[in-house]
Structures are given as C-alpha cells and as structure tokens.
C-alpha cells in the first residue's frame, strides 16, 4: 500500500514539473510563485497580481463569466476572512446552530415559494449578503465556483501582515489572463466553536437539491497527501472542490462577484 501511495506521488510531481517546464518554455519571464508573501512587499504584490488598494475592494477581471471581488465580504484588506454568514442570512450572529437557522429546515420547493431562491435554485438580492454588503455585488453561483476551479491554478501561500501576523490561504491565479485573487482560509462555524481551521470554506448562492436542509459552496484544503475527492492543483497540493454540500445553519465566509 505504501509503495502504491510513493507511485501515485511521484507520478504526480512528474506531472507538475512537466507542467512548469512547458510553461517556462512558452514564457520566459514566468513569475515564480513564493511560499510567503509580505503584506508590504509592494513589488512582489504587483508581479503576482494583489497590488490592488489595501483597505478597499476592488472588481477582479479573471478572464471568466464575472469578475470576482479581491476581498472577502466585511474583510478589511484581501487577506483577511471577514465576516461569517448562515445561508440566506445577511446578518452575522455570535452563534450558529439549527435552532437560530432561518433557513434550514425549509425544502427547495418552500424556498422558492417564499421568494428565498430563484428557479435556478440561487439566492434572491433580499437573502444574500454580498449583496447587504454592496449592491454592486452578490453570492457567486455554484456554477461559477465550477468555472473558477477549471480556470485557474490553485497555490497554498501565507500572506505576511503589516502587524507581522501570518495569514494562510490561497492564492488563484487565472489560466486565461494570468490576473489573481487570494482566497485567505477561513474554516466555519457552528454552535459557538470554530472548525477546520485549515480550510477555505465559502458559501455558494446555490441551494443543494438532493440535500434539503444543505447549500453548496467551495471547499479548499492543503495537503500533503493525495486523496481520492476533489482534484490536485499543480505544484503545491491544494483539493479543491466547488459544489460542497454544507448545512445551511452553519457559518461561512463569502467571496463575492459582480452584481451584473
């Protein structure tokens, strides 16, 4: 078994460095990818593309169907996780559990009733946060988590704070045009704990259709190891998964797109 695992591993570090090599060939002036980033390191944020103001927001041309916002919602700079939300709610809460849900134990069918989602089974501007955040933008769709995770690369990197804190996260570098956005990891909440840590865990408008009390979302994590879900980015490892399904109550963060 752990001779299969060793195989399965080196083949894919073949495959990574195959990539990387093709890629220097077609540009030689590839930017290379630092595993740590200085929040203040202005040359460096303008090569990989976060020298977008710090402190505001900013729309993010990836090349995709929309344009996707450089910070998360109620964060303060692009790194930072911002604020939480249960599903459909556009309020944070100091708790997060079934009982205090507004939309949990409601099916598809009483949402679309009650005007929470469309007929595509998306969130309407009333219910969604990005929206109570800034009207020029709203939730991204679990379609357009799909479109994000088919044209971008994914790379694990932590982001060095003015203050010296140390931020984690993800760095996502479209294949199209080569501009980028940093997916800060944010875990989740539920009750009045906090969980996996690790991970990047952001809410989708999409509700689950055949998990009624669930919605969709995007699901990152870093890992050392291959696992049989989700798909491994090149270089550093990160599983990446775009239709998560998650119960609505519990809390999570928002990466928001353009309002069009």
Known sequence: MNKFIYLALSLVSLLSFASCKDDDEKEDNKVEIPEEVSSLDYATLYELGLN????SVSLIDLGLSVKWASKNVGALDFYSNGSYFAWGETKTKDEYSLANSDFVYKSINELYDEGVIDNSGNLTFMYDAATAWNVLYRMPTAKEFSELKENCDFYNMTIVA????KVTGFYVKSKINGNAIFLPVTGMKAFEKFYN??????WSSTACQEHSPGATGLYLFYAYYCQIYGEVSPFRRVLITPDIKADRYEGRTIRAVENK
């Open 52 to 55: 977008y103001p710090l402190g």
């Open 162 to 165: 003015g203050t010296g804190e």
């Open 197 to 202: 840590s690790d991970s990047g865990q952001y």
